[in-house]
């Protein structure tokens, strides 16, 4: 039986996990438990880019894979790991609205897009200028239930093995493919933002997008998430997840007083209710220039993979790009131009 070794536990390493382990392999999964990115996130899954309002790359195949293993682990654990919140749109102009009107006639977009009715155009629960439109199919997932069902689930599955520990990369041999002499088919690092730290593949240049949210208490309960210049997403308790920065080149984890106040701001031009700030914290996302993930096994060593750059919509692409790693990995099926490692040119 051929035996993986995947680093790092966050959602894509996780996700080619339980692929891998679905196609009768042994996987160990290294992790340092130090996650500032798939724990911190905000696990929005939103098959529409707002900005130009068109569906998000590859939506249509993305969407019924992640929710069919987000179900399949709340089953195994017996926790919520689905928080199903639709989005609403509030328009940042009239030409965001006529565009929604025009794409909700589209076949291809009557699945996520709700066809603007008075209600929509006069909502009424927060700053409205232009309308608002809802997203179908749109819900968030709890990174931290998902996250510790995912560790669980390996930890009990006959051909899964957990260990907590920082990878040390200076014990990799990748001419023999082991780690601390232990022998593997492959060794895969999904290391996130990371991945500079790592001599294998930091010819490969994911960036470090760093993103700050803040958590508000307001009296008002809301049961929809809202989104313009920010998102506002209810949690419970009268209490709502608000964010997101995007810092670039910021590989930290320190909140500041800017980022509050900047989300304090676009908070307050959606929202009339009187709001208290009660937590911040910020995480970093792996990004790439050309906003496709990074995979593939590595030019020149055989047996060495890399899945990551997942950037903000990784709790949505994960699941179905997981499993298409593990095909190509076991049986060499071609992976989605855009996504492939040879894309980029390794320097000497």
Not at 139 to 164: I, P, T
Not at 263 to 274: P, Q
Request: proline share 3%; hydrophobic share 35%.
């Amino acid at each position: 039986m051929k035996h993986f070794l995947i680093v790092g536990g966050g959602v894509a390493g996780y996700s080619l996990t339980i692929a891998l382990l679905n196609k009768n392999t042994k996987v160990t999964v290294l992790d340092s438990d130090e996650n500032h990115g798939s724990a911190v996130a905000a696990g929005q899954i939103n098959p529409i880019v707002f900005r130009r309002m068109n569906k998000s790359w590859r939506a249509d195949e993305y969407m019924p894979v992640a929710r069919n293993l987000y179900e399949e682990l709340e089953s195994f654990s017996e926790t919520a790991i689905i928080v199903d919140k639709q989005i609403r749109r509030l328009f940042a102009h009239n030409q965001e609205r006529d565009e929604w009107l025009k794409r909700q006639e589209l076949p291809e977009y009557e699945m996520y897009l709700e066809k603007l009715s008075e209600d929509d155009l006069n909502f009424s629960q927060a700053i409205n200028i232009c309308g608002s439109g809802r997203v179908k199919q749109s819900y968030y997932v709890h990174a931290k239930n998902f996250l510790s069902a995912c560790q669980n689930y390996v930890s009990n599955h006959e051909n899964g093995a957990y260990r907590k520990s920082k990878v040390n990369h200076s014990l990799v041999d990748a001419a023999k493919i082991e780690y601390k002499k232990e022998a593997f088919s492959g060794i895969i690092f999904c290391e996130g933002y990371k991945n500079f730290e790592n001599p294998f593949f930091n010819f490969l240049q994911v960036d470090c997008t760093k993103g700050q949210l803040i958590t508000v208490r307001s009296p008002i309960y809301k049961e929809e998430s809202l989104n313009r210049k920010c998102f506002v997403m209810p949690i419970g308790s009268g209490e709502y997840k608000v964010g997101s920065t995007y810092e670039w080149n910021q590989p930290n984890v320190k909140i500041d007083d800017a980022a509050k106040e900047l989300l304090r701001s676009n908070l307050a031009s959606l929202v009339l209710e009187r709001f208290e700030i009660i937590d911040q914290i910020a995480g970093i996302r792996p990004t790439v220039k050309d906003r496709r993930p990074i995979m593939g096994e590595h030019p020149d060593l055989s047996g060495l993979y890399i899945f990551n750059g997942l950037g903000a919509k990784g709790y949505m692409m994960a699941p179905l790009l997981g499993q298409e790693l593990a095909e190509f990995i076991l049986r060499g099926t071609e992976l989605n131009k855009e996504v492939r490692l040879n894309r980029f040119k390794k320097k000497c």
